[in-house]
């Protein structure tokens, strides 16, 4: 098998469950799908060196980029909304409202979030792929809960009431 | 809790769709390329730095002087006269015209490119060992040497070399000194009885228009015919030394505020008809001590017209006396701020290393952290 063909096999076969984490990383279905393709982009460009794991390489590369690309739009965007205030459900369901509370978090919060409750990940796991320390990301994660209750108080049920 | 809350963020992500981009794959190859160039480009700049940076510092002047590319439109005395120490010896000795001559601490025969300012350590051939006189046509095209009584004259130009084997007259040549029309060579020495002796040497074969007089061999003749500017004979004359068409000696006073207890004046050539170059030795508690350079008025001008400038003060100490190719000192304009010496080390008109070290190592520099920024970016 040749790179070329090597690595379009990994993006026909992986490339949807990495939009999906990249959606839930973003918060935002245009920037999901730049944040894969940019991850792709520098899997092709190293694939030599990680073609033998080259998933682990695009996940990791998306989380740090994402949390890249929040810091410059962190100087670039400003916000009019009011950020601690609790949501208005624009839709009834729990979906809408866990979307909308999700893109209230900090991109370090919502990471830790998904690497613990989308992709399973331990602390320790967690940890090592965004070069923290496991109480850091203990911390985080329990922030961002508490964060998605404030945000959306609905939510309690879905994130326990102490967790 | 977790189940809950894995479930909902699962059926959340799976609003996601996928499209793959065929043009991932060639993206990605073009930023290796492009990655890998940039790479290379700082690598070779980092390596330019360092290069540039260790010419800088460094203390081996075959490598400083030899350096620079800057070339001089017509040709100039360069405002530092260095002694380069051993060099790699050019056997192509049509090096073109110099400005500068003198054996240097390693007694080797170096010549100052006039155009570039490059040293260069000429092979001639039948040197003697006590090297005697290096003479350099006031042109910067001929320089001549002799062996006891044998003497040679090189043509910078095409490496030609002109042999005037020793003869009754000149069994040995002591002196050897320029008209300032470049082709007639004056030598003193001893003819094969011991007798002093002198002549002169044409090199186009033709007579001159201008006759020298009598006393013309005892120093450099005007090119007016006039004046012969003399070596002093010790280094704490109130006075240049001249000698007119009659045999007169003509003192011409030195200024007493540059020199308190007198000075040495070793006569070069002439810059115009009434202007001497010449090495000057300032004792100690002159205003410039030591060996140096000065331009001044002969004696036959006027005391108002007269003038004394000091062309560079940075010449080696121990190799004495330079021979300069005069014609190459610029006549002057009348005012104190113009410069006589090019440095060639920096712009024009600069008499330190000049800005030019400086901008290039900022350029790098600047080249350097561009690069690492491209790299970041894109890595990002």
């Known amino acids: 098998m040749t790179d070329r063909s090597g690595f379009d096999a990994f993006v026909h076969a992986r490339g949807p469950v990495l939009a999906r984490t990249a959606y839930l990383l973003t918060g935002d279905h245009h920037l999901a799908e730049d944040l894969v393709q940019a991850a792709l982009v520098q899997a092709a460009k190293h694939w030599e060196r990680i073609h033998t794991s080259p998933e682990a390489y695009v996940r990791r590369t998306m989380y740090h980029q994402n949390i890249s690309w929040w810091r410059r739009r962190r100087f670039t965007e400003t916000s009019l909304e009011a950020y601690d205030a609790p949501a208005a459900a624009v839709d009834p369901t729990v979906r809408l409202t866990l979307e909308q509370a999700l893109r209230r978090l900090t991109p370090r919060q919502r990471t830790v979030l998904v690497l613990r409750y989308f992709e399973d990940l331990t602390e320790v796991q967690t940890a090592a792929e965004l070069g923290i320390s496991s109480g850091a990301v203990k911390s985080m994660s329990r922030q961002a809960l508490q964060r998605l209750r404030v945000l959306a108080p609905e939510l309690a049920d879905l994130v326990g009431a102490d967790a | ?380």
């Open chain 2, 1 to 380: 809790m977790s189940t809950d809350l894995r479930e909902e963020l699962d059926a959340l992500a799976r609003t996601q769709s996928f499209s793959p981009d065929p043009t991932t794959w060639d993206r990605g190859r073009r930023a290796r390329r492009r990655d890998r160039a940039l790479a290379a480009l700082a690598a070779v700049v980092v390596v330019a730095g360092l290069g540039g940076a260790a010419l800088l510092s460094t203390s081996d002047r075959q490598a400083r002087t030899a350096s620079t590319d800057e070339v001089v439109e017509g040709g100039a005395i360069p405002s530092r006269i260095e002694d380069p120490g051993e060099l790699d010896l050019e056997t192509d000795l049509a090096v073109g015209r110099a400005s500068v001559a003198f054996f240097s601490s390693a007694a080797q025969a170096v010549v100052i490119g006039a155009t570039d300012g490059r040293h260069r350590a000429l092979d001639l051939p039948d040197l003697s060992l006590d090297r005697g006189p290096l003479s350099l046509s006031p042109d910067g095209t001929l320089l001549a040497w002799r062996n006891g009584g044998r003497i040679h004259v090189l043509d910078l130009d095409d490496g030609t070399r002109a042999h005037y084997p020793s003869t009754r007259e000149h069994a040995d040549v002591s002196t050897l000194t320029w008209a300032p029309d470049s082709d007639r060579l004056l030598w003193n020495g001893t003819d094969d009885r011991g007798g002093k002796s002198g002549g002169v040497l044409t090199m186009s074969g033709q007579d001159s228009s201008s006759v020298l007089s009598p006393s013309a061999l005892r120093g450099i003749p005007s090119p007016t015919g006039q004046l012969v500017a003399v070596a002093s004979l010790r280094t704490d004359e109130d006075a240049a030394t001249f000698v007119d068409r009659r045999g007169r000696t003509v003192g011409r006073a030195l200024p007493a505020d540059l020199y308190p207890d007198g000075a040495g004046v070793t006569p070069l050539g002439w810059a115009g008809d009434h202007l001497v170059v010449a090495q000057a030795y300032g004792p100690p508690g002159s205003y410039v001590e030591g060996q140096h350079l000065v331009l001044f008025t002969s004696p036959d001008r006027p005391r108002s017209e007269w003038t004394f400038r000091i062309v560079t003060r940075d010449v080696p100490q121990d190799a004495v006396p330079l021979s300069i190719a005069v014609d190459l000192v610029p006549g002057l304009d009348g005012t104190s701020s113009q410069r006589l010496t090019h440095d060639f080390s920096g712009p024009s008109g600069s008499d330190g290393p000049g800005w030019l070290p400086y901008g290039l190592g900022a350029l790098l520099a600047l080249l350097a952290a561009l690069a690492f920024v491209r790299l970041r970016r894109h890595r990002a």
